[in-house]
């Protein structure tokens, strides 16, 4: 391990961020593993990736990924890198979130093919040679289907309702038993590398390059201990993130409920007006007044509320900053864009 490269800080810009084929070293596996909430889970999940990976190819790498894990993780992947040099490290500044981390450690990997997974061990390591044999078929995307989710009810729930949204927002179909467990070539990763959105979502990503790609159910597990780091207001905000990056839905939805309003109005205008010429009106209407106003004054403020977000989105992608920045690596070379 280059221990002097720990101290030097490095920006990454997933944007442009190159694979490291300048390196003379090469692996046929890379299994990269975000890192959060994590550390009792690491010890496990290094014995049995070291013997599944094995048994697809000897030729691999284990790439953790520390997003400023609050159990400290660091250390611990440290350990892991001074055992195995095939055990390599990231230790980012601050924690940029899971896909965030993912993109972290696909820029390092130097594998043929990719794998993605969880650190919670629900996603089992054990299935990495059934997506491999799955791959060599000739696809260069198989992802792992969890159609039995060992998760509670409110956490699926929130995911099928999630799901449901994005793909009535994004005009997609998504597939809710995917995440980020799956097994990737090269020449996917190199793509998704080359995504220049400013917010990142793995799995959105991967279906937006293409390439041809099979699905495998697995089995999902049950957490060991602890619980999951997403909670209903992460939930929501990476919601509400996706939505507005990805789709200008809702921007066309306020146009046409703005449109349908004007429509009720004019109706509802040329109604009173007739009530007017016919005499037929004697006091005037204070409450659809005052009704009128509020929900139309909500709609505005609600539609510019939505312009104003689009706009932030907009401005935040001219910025070009990086997606992560990186603090520390462990049996790692750096590289510098």
């Known amino acids: 391990m280059n221990r002097?490269?720990?101290s030097i800080p490095a920006e990454v810009p997933s944007s442009s961020a190159p694979m490291r084929d300048s390196l003379e070293q090469s692996a046929g596996l890379s299994v990269v593993v975000p890192v959060y909430m994590g550390r009792s889970f690491l010890r496990e999940l290094y014995e049995r990736t070291k013997k599944s990976a094995s048994q697809s190819l000897p030729d691999f790498e284990l790439i953790l990924v520390n997003d400023a894990s609050p159990d400290d993780a660091w250390p611990e992947i440290l350990a892991l890198c001074d055992e195995d040099p095939r055990v390599k490290g990231i230790n980012l500044s601050r924690n940029f979130g899971q896909h965030y981390a993912i993109t972290a450690g696909i820029s390092y990997a130097i594998g043929e093919w990719v794998v993605v997974m969880d650190c919670d061990l629900q996603d089992a390591p054990e299935e990495i040679p059934r997506l491999y044999k799955k791959a060599i078929e000739g696809f260069s995307v198989v992802c792992a289907q969890r159609i039995d989710r060992e998760d509670s009810w409110f956490k699926r729930t929130q995911s099928s309702v999630f799901y449901k949204v994005f793909d009535y927002l994004t005009d997609r179909k998504s597939d809710s038993t995917v995440a980020n467990f799956g097994i990737y070539h090269r020449k996917v990763i190199q793509a998704v590398l080359e995504f220049g959105d400013c917010i990142k979502y793995f799995p959105f990503i991967v279906t937006f390059v293409g390439f041809r790609t099979a699905y495998l159910p697995v089995t999902?597990?049950?957490?060991?201990?602890?619980?999951?780091?997403y909670t209903l207001r992460k939930a929501l905000r990476l919601a509400m993130e996706l939505i507005l990056s990805y789709s200008n839905k809702p921007l066309r939805l306020f146009t046409a409920t703005g449109f349908f309003i004007v429509v009720v109005s004019m109706l509802i205008s040329i109604y009173y007006l007739y009530l007017h010429?016919?005499?037929?009106?004697?006091?005037?209407g204070f409450t659809s007044l005052i009704l009128s106003i509020w929900v139309v004054g909500g709609l505005l403020m609600t539609q510019v509320g939505v312009i104003g977000v689009y706009l932030g989105r907009t401005f935040n992608q001219t910025k070009n900053r990086p997606s992560f920045v990186v603090e520390d690596v462990a049996n790692l070379a750096r590289y510098d864009n």
């Open 220 to 229: 999902h597990h049950a957490r060991k201990s602890g619980k999951s780091s």
């Open 4 to 6: 002097d490269d720990r």
């Open 277 to 284: 010429l016919a005499g037929k009106i004697t006091v005037s």
